[in-house]
């Protein structure tokens, strides 16, 4: 996750006034509308970052544009577009959401395979990682073909690749040496 130190900051503001309100559901809920609103379309960022909308046009059109968001949610809104914050709004709902899953325990982990893993198979490569991680595992599977055979594994900031084409690579490298 690329976020700015600023954008963090405010996230994890957000997330202590969200635990401390008892409504992590519905704020991580809005984060999550603010962050598919930013993927739907380039021009929300390119308003957010704009210096010609004023403040409180901006508050009026998010406002409109987000309603029924929870009150802690629409007051940080308001509150980081008074500040002249608001090209942080995308950011903060990544970093907020990346921060509520540390919270709760839930661990993000991406497996690319050559083909469709068996269930099986999943099931003892998520065995081996648990006794390295500690929470819920969050798997998001993709298939890409050029792997040949086997799979990479990325946990956070870390990978394991045990794919054929990256054993290949490696002995094409050797052999070149």
Do not use: C, W
């Not at 559901?25 to 909308?53: A, G, H, Q, Y």
């Not at 009150?71 to 809104?77: A, M």
């Not at 308001?78 to 990346?98: G, Q």
């Amino acid at each position: 996750m690329k976020s700015t130190k600023s954008a963090i900051r405010y996230a994890k503001a957000l997330l202590e006034l969200s635990i401390e309100n008892s409504n992590l559901d519905e704020v991580s809920s809005d984060m999550k509308r603010i962050v598919e609103s930013s993927n739907e379309t380039n021009d929300f960022k390119v308003f957010l970052s704009s210096p010609v909308i004023k403040s409180d046009k901006k508050i009026e059109v998010l406002k409109v544009l987000f309603v029924g968001f929870e009150k802690l949610t629409s007051s940080f809104i308001d509150l980081i577009t008074k500040n002249k914050r608001e090209y942080l709004l995308v950011e903060i709902a990544e970093a907020y959401l990346y921060l509520l899953k540390k919270y709760q325990k839930i661990v993000p982990v991406s497996i690319t395979s050559a083909r469709k893993l068996e269930k099986e198979t999943l099931n003892q490569i998520l065995d081996k990682m648990k006794s390295h991680v500690e929470g819920d595992f969050e798997v998001t599977e993709e298939v890409d073909e050029s792997l040949i055979g086997g799979f990479i594994v990325r946990l956070d900031d870390k990978q394991i690749d045990a794919s054929v084409l990256t054993q290949l690579n490696r002995m094409k490298q050797e052999l070149a040496n």
